[in-house]
């Protein structure tokens, strides 16, 4: 079975500073890995996947991951927030079950608040 | 670009009232899903389907139902609602295959409220 930890329902950094949302996952096979932006009263978007190859994946509005197999984490990061980044972030893994469907389960979120 | 459609936005229902919330996707994606989301739960699978006429359960399926005739069309049927079925409803998209890493597009959510 696969899982997600988010560690910290809440991350609260001062505009300008370091964004690090951490996410730990669980799997016994090799996952696809996913982080998701939620800005309020809206749904999910996509801010970037890892599928396989290069472990540091660059996404959108300057984020950026990387997948570690030794520590089953894929941690997201930005060197410097923006007051825009105010948001719910969701860690998502995905592997091949029984019959080839790929079916995601995501964690739990963290709000991340951007101070000025 | 409409992407995945859900209707209705926002919505009351009495206790022991049924309704159905609508999806329709216009990407043709084979996969569909319908999450729930509570604060600080994160996102539950309710139900999904992996092509029409095909669909199964998912975490917390008890209370509703689903059916995919078209590879369009995802409804989500509420039967009997409750107070704990009161939360945001999302359905989403993706098309599916090996290696593709199964990207989810979501709709914008359905907030539903049981009094």
């Known amino acids: 079975a696969q899982s997600v930890t988010q560690l910290g329902s809440h991350v609260s950094v001062s505009e300008g500073a370091l964004v690090l949302l951490r996410c730990n996952y669980s799997s016994s096979v090799p996952p696809y890995l996913f982080w998701y932006v939620q800005y309020p009263n809206q749904g999910l978007q996509l801010l970037l996947k890892y599928t396989t190859g290069a472990t540091l994946v660059k996404g959108i509005n300057g984020f950026e991951a990387e997948f570690k197999k030794s520590e089953t984490s894929f941690h997201l990061t930005k060197p410097s927030a923006h007051m825009s980044d105010a948001a719910e972030y969701f860690c998502a893994v995905s592997v091949v079950r029984a019959g080839g469907s790929y079916i995601p389960t995501f964690g739990r979120g963290t709000s991340l608040i951007v101070h000025p | 670009n409409a992407g995945v459609t859900q209707t209705p936005k926002f919505r009351i229902l009495k206790i022991g009232q049924s309704m159905t919330l609508q999806c329709t996707q216009d990407?043709?994606?084979?996969?569909m899903y319908w999450y729930r989301q509570d604060p600080g739960m994160g996102l539950k699978l309710i139900y999904y389907?992996?092509?029409?006429?095909?669909?199964d359960k998912g975490e917390v399926p008890n209370g509703y139902n689903v059916s995919r005739s078209t590879t369009e069309d995802f409804p989500l049927r509420l039967e009997l609602a409750a107070p704990s079925q009161t939360s945001v409803y999302f359905c989403a998209s993706s098309y599916s295959r090996e290696g593709s890493g199964n990207t989810i597009y979501f709709g914008e959510g359905s907030w539903l409220t049981v009094v």
């Open positions: 990407m043709n994606h084979n996969y």
């Open positions: 389907s992996v092509g029409a006429g095909i669909t």
